[in-house]
Each structure stands twice: as C-alpha cells, then as structure tokens.
C-alpha cells in the first residue's frame, strides 16, 4: 500500500495527458479504432513514460491534486489538437477545391471523424492518412508524446502562460499557418478554375446563344479532376512537408514552456 500511495498519483497525471492526448490526436481518436485499443494504449504508453521518467518526481496526494489533473488534461489536449489542426489542412484545401469545382453540395460523412466533410478534402485525407502511416508518423506522435515530459514536466506552468497570453498567441499563428497551408495545397486547382470561369464568362458575352451554365459544370468538373490527377504524384513531398510543419509546431509548443 505504500508503494501504491508513493507512485499512483504521479501515474495517474501521466495517464491523464496521454489519454487527452489520444482523444484527439489524429489517427488515434478515429472512430473505427475501438475504445478498449484506445484505453490499453494510453495505459501501455503511460506505465512505459512513468517508469522511465516519472519516478524520480514524487507528487502528493493532496487538495492541489485536481488542479494537476486539470493542467495534465488540458497539456494533452493541446498536443492533440496542434497534431489534429494539420490534418485538417487537406480538408480545409478539399472544401475550396470543392467550392470552385461545385461538389459542395454533395459532402459526405467521413468514418474517420463522424463529422460531414466535402469530397476532395475526404479524397486527400485518406491518402493522407495512408503517407502517415508509411512515413511512420504515428511513431512519431507516440514519442511526442513521451519525450513531452523532458520538455513540460509535471510541475509546468501550464496555467501562468495561459494567463500570459503565450498559449493562445501560439494557437493564433498556428490557426494562421494552417489555413495559408490550406490555401497553397488547393491554389493551382483553384486557380485553373478561376481562369475557367473567366473563360466561360467572356464566352457568354462574347456568344449569349451558348448556355454557359449546361457547358460550364461538366467543363469545370472534368478540368478539376485532370488537374487533381497531374497533381497527385506531387502530393507525396507535399504531405511530407506537411507532417513536417506538424511536429515542428509540436516543438513550438515545447518552446513556449522553455521560454
């Protein structure tokens, strides 16, 4: 028993964060992974992080306790989300494709989140997701993950640059960098789309006997999908770049707390 009372808090902060962290961390809060995988997981990753690092710092059981409960959640879902805004860039880049081709009104359920989201961008996130998992991104995010503690340790000040400002002006660049991500992934298709239209609009006032709106939506849809189809062998060194961008700013956010 006391062993139990001398090690069992500080393992139940670590098992907090990291299953914050899978809450909402992508690929493992996907809804066709089940919950007991989830719940062994997070208990697995977090024996192995308290048993290499957590050991050496005692933590009380005492009326703070909550208060650390609190601030280890909140850590891990800061994590999650910041690994979780960058896979949505390829959906945010589907929806302006989506707009412009007109497959917005068509969004369908993604079984992946449980959320609607447009066709392109449902398109670009699976293939994203299978580059992840060749490059070995969930490695990655589980050893984010772990060596988070050499960086944040349990008696972060978590609360302090909360108050400060330093989280959410990180979040603000951040939100910032993925859109304009967003933006450079979908530009070339949007563009020819663009100029499409601009075609298609000189034409009818050059010509007011064409119907352009029966000549302009099967145009726009077959140009979208040849421009998607020369453009998919380049997505490759894109979504590297991307996956890149992602744990760069999970060292960011590192950075705060060392700052």
């Known amino acids: 028993m006391d062993w139990i009372l001398q090690y069992y808090p ?3 902060l670590f098992f907090c964060r990291i299953t ?25 990753v977090a024996f192995i992080s308290f048993i290499s690092l957590g050991t050496s710092t005692p933590v009380t059981l005492d009326s703070i306790f909550w208060l650390l409960i609190l601030r280890e959640i909140l850590v891990g879902l800061f994590l999650g989300f910041i690994a979780y805004l960058f896979f949505t860039v390829v959906q945010i880049a589907g929806a302006f494709i989506d707009i412009q081709i007109g497959f917005g009104i068509a969004n369908v359920i993604d079984p992946v989140t449980g959320a609607q989201s ?5 398109l670009k996130y699976m293939v994203a997701l299978l580059l992840f998992f060749s490059f070995n991104g969930h490695h990655y995010l589980l050893e984010g993950i772990m060596r988070s503690y050499e960086w944040i340790p349990l008696d972060n000040e978590l609360f302090t640059h909360i108050y400060n400002g330093r989280i959410s002006d990180f979040m603000l660049r951040t939100f910032s960098e993925v859109f304009a991500l967003s933006f450079q992934m979908a530009a070339p298709i949007i563009v020819a789309l663009f100029l499409t239209d601009l075609g298609l609009g000189l034409l009818a006032r050059v010509s007011p006997q064409f119907n352009i709106f029966v000549i302009g939506m099967p145009l726009k849809v077959l140009l979208g999908l040849m421009m998607l189809v020369l453009l998919f062998p380049g997505y490759q060194l894109l ?20 700052a």
Do not use: T, Y
Request: without cysteine; aromatic residues 18%.
């Open 10 to 12: 500080g393992f139940l």
């Open 20 to 44: 914050s962290f899978f809450v909402v961390s992508p690929v493992f809060s996907a809804q066709n992974v089940p919950n007991p995988l989830k719940l062994g997981l997070a208990v697995f």
């Open 118 to 122: 447009p066709l392109m961008g449902n």
């Open 239 to 258: 979504f590297k770049d991307l996956f890149k961008a992602m744990l760069e700013a999970i060292q960011r956010f590192f950075g705060v707390f060392a």
